[in-house]
């Protein structure tokens, strides 16, 4: 950054009033600041005393000018000086120049290497001190020594308080930086002591746990974090405490965020230990999707071949039946067999439930409203309960929309109504859906009912596949489709019992999303249908409604339709220019979104022409270039 010549102008002069000679040189031993009285104090030439003089030159100047009395080798002399200036020591002494005045030299090096040197001319005072001996006929001559003693011890006194001074500016320094650090790392750095007692802190508590304070430093373990959390984390803190480093990793009561904590003992202290604390939610969330994913290709595996040959013996089964329903048969076996053939079909469904089990299947996330799902969730949901059975739907979420898999929630959540309603029967009850967000972290989903709750092996074991409380009717695996489903996504999902029936509660993890990045109903026009199968399928994964034009005339028409929220066109239909197409299904439409594809360099005139007023796609369409367009607001 370059210097202000009015700030160095004023430096330069405040360096020039003081009484003391002071030069700086850097760790090359080259000048870097000197004043005025070096330069008087010494007889020095210009040059010696211009940024840039090297040191040695400047001994050896003084040497040839007799500063240092007779010298027999000069150049030794001068390598003398330099090796004790490179070693960088600080040190005072007083010495006598060669026209006769007394000098203190007092030297401290810079933390940067390099060092600064002050030049105290004391010739009056060692006259005081050579007068002060001459009257020694009054004094006695141990009084005289200490007085010449404490002379000297003040004035290297002054010397060390001033090296001192420096040294606690730059531990200050350091300690700001460390202070600055600590305060811009992501996580919560702490110290506590052997008390429990914090005795540092970086100040970021609160980024880690809601609603706690963040000066925390004279508090103790629970004050700081509560009963419930201290709790979790006091036995691990013992251990560290007693020397023993380790790392906990937890879920915080109030909010459910995953937290890591790495417990270092201090060994410079009885028992104090350093606390290093990290959020890991995401990480927590991701690793559980993955953990469910290698679970179910495990479980593929496993099934797969058992599932092919069962469905063998299936069709074996099926078709022996069918032959011997056309022989004679006695009074009675056609209802046998029809039995038999009924369980096969009930073993080809179970074959399928299995098969959607262990099949591989992404969650694929995408923007949804989330008043628009319940709205189309509820009469769903609905349509499968008994006129005595009601469904009552309350949703706190604060976000509009939330990035979710909207197929699989619903199926999740239409099988837990469904068990609702079988563990209500036959009599009246109530089935309650509840939405909310828990601490900015997780969607808490509710379904409670009031039937004959959970029973205590249910509890225990109703996440299993194949255990099921309802007999021949159930498969046993309705909860287990829906516990995987909520692990796939990274969540939880917890069984209870309320005081009025059952309660199942399950947590994803909350990603929310612009409420405007809802599911569109996009025009795609393009003259090869190529191109358009392509394109489709992107926008079909991406959670769109797509319906397709191949001519600019079926472009306009299809822009007339309502509800319609996007076209997205070629460049180039055929011979028809598609900027031109765009420009009058704009005309006609100034509120519908536009945008365009091509092959096209950017330098080219119709690329320009189109790009001047909407976005433009290079192909081959980019997936996440397409899912960001698709999410921007873009007016004509």
């Not at 211009?50 to 030794?76: C, K």
């Not at 205590?456 to 516990?483: C, H, I, R």
């Amino acid at each position: 950054m370059a210097r202000d010549p009015k700030t160095d102008t004023f430096t330069r002069a405040g360096l020039n009033l003081i009484q003391q000679a002071l030069s700086i040189y850097d760790a090359d031993l080259r000048l870097a600041v000197s004043n005025r009285p070096f330069q008087e104090m010494f007889d020095l030439p210009r040059h010696l005393v211009t940024p840039g003089a090297r040191f040695d030159e400047t001994i050896a100047y003084l040497v040839a000018r007799g500063e240092y009395g007779e010298v027999e080798d000069e150049a030794s002399f001068v390598q003398t000086r330099v090796d004790q200036a490179l070693a960088f020591v600080p040190h005072y002494l007083e010495r006598v120049r060669a026209n006769g005045r007394a000098i203190s030299i007092e030297g401290s090096p810079l933390p940067e290497g390099g060092w600064v040197t002050v030049y105290t001319d004391i010739t009056a005072v060692k006259r005081q001190e050579a007068l002060l001996r001459a009257r020694s006929e009054e004094l006695s001559d141990q009084v005289l020594s200490h007085t010449e003693e404490l002379a000297l011890t003040n004035r290297r006194l002054e010397a060390t308080i001033s090296q001192l001074q420096e040294a606690k500016a730059t531990v200050g320094e350091m300690e700001a930086r460390t202070r600055l650090v600590t305060e811009m790392t992501p996580a919560h750095i702490a110290h506590i002591d052997a008390r429990g007692i914090y005795t540092f802190t970086n100040r970021r508590l609160s980024s880690l746990l809601q609603g706690r304070a963040n000066d925390i430093i004279g508090l103790s373990f629970e004050e700081a974090l509560g009963e419930d959390t201290a709790a979790l984390l006091r036995p691990t803190l013992a251990r560290a405490s007693a020397g023993e480093p380790a790392v906990l990793e937890f879920s915080e009561p109030a909010s459910g965020r995953r937290i890591r904590t790495a417990f270092t003992p201090d060994e410079h202290s009885d028992g104090g230990v350093y606390l290093l604390s990290t959020d890991v939610t995401q990480e927590t969330q991701a690793r559980t999707a993955l953990e469910q994913t290698h679970k179910r290709e495990l479980a593929a595996q496993l099934t797969s071949g058992l599932a092919h040959d069962f469905a063998n013996l299936l069709t074996i089964i099926l078709g022996l039946q069918a032959r011997l329903e056309k022989l004679p048969l006695p009074h009675g076996a056609h209802e046998l067999t029809g039995a038999t053939r009924m369980a096969v079909r009930r073993g080809g469904l179970l074959l399928d439930k299995i098969a959607n089990m262990t099949s591989t299947r992404e969650i694929r996330a995408a923007p949804v409203v989330v008043q628009d799902f319940l709205a189309g969730f509820t009469p769903l949901a609905q349509a499968t309960l008994p006129d005595a059975v009601a469904l009552s739907v309350r949703c706190n979420v604060a976000h509009t929309a939330l990035m979710l898999d909207a197929g699989s929630l619903q199926d999740g959540l239409l099988n837990l109504v469904l068990n609702a309603r079988d563990g209500i029967g036959a009599e009246e009850g109530q089935i309650t859906l509840i939405l909310q967000d828990v601490k900015d972290t997780w969607l808490e989903i509710t379904v409670e009912d009031t039937g004959r709750g959970f029973s205590d092996a249910a509890l225990d074991q109703a996440l299993n596949p194949f255990f099921t409380t309802k007999g021949d009717e159930g498969s046993g695996l309705g909860l287990t489709m829906v516990y995987d489903l909520v692990k796939l996504a990274g969540g939880t999902l917890r069984l209870s019992n309320s005081a009025s029936g059952a309660r199942v509660m399950l947590r994803l993890p909350l990603r929310p999303a612009q409420a405007d990045a809802r599911p569109r109903l996009i025009l795609l026009v393009d003259d090869m249908s190529e191109i358009r199968a392509q394109v489709r399928d992107l926008l079909t994964d991406l959670g769109h409604q797509v319906i397709e034009a191949a001519t600019a005339e079926e472009a306009q028409t299809l822009a007339d339709l309502p509800g319609l929220d996007w076209v997205l066109s070629d460049i180039h239909l055929g011979e028809v220019d598609g900027v031109a197409v765009l420009g009058h299904i704009a005309d006609r439409h100034p509120a519908l979104r536009l945008s365009l594809m091509t092959s096209l360099p950017p330098d080219d005139p119709l690329f320009m022409a189109g790009a001047a007023r909407w976005p433009v796609l290079r192909k081959p369409i980019d997936v996440s270039a397409l899912a960001a367009l698709l999410m921007t607001e873009v007016t004509p």
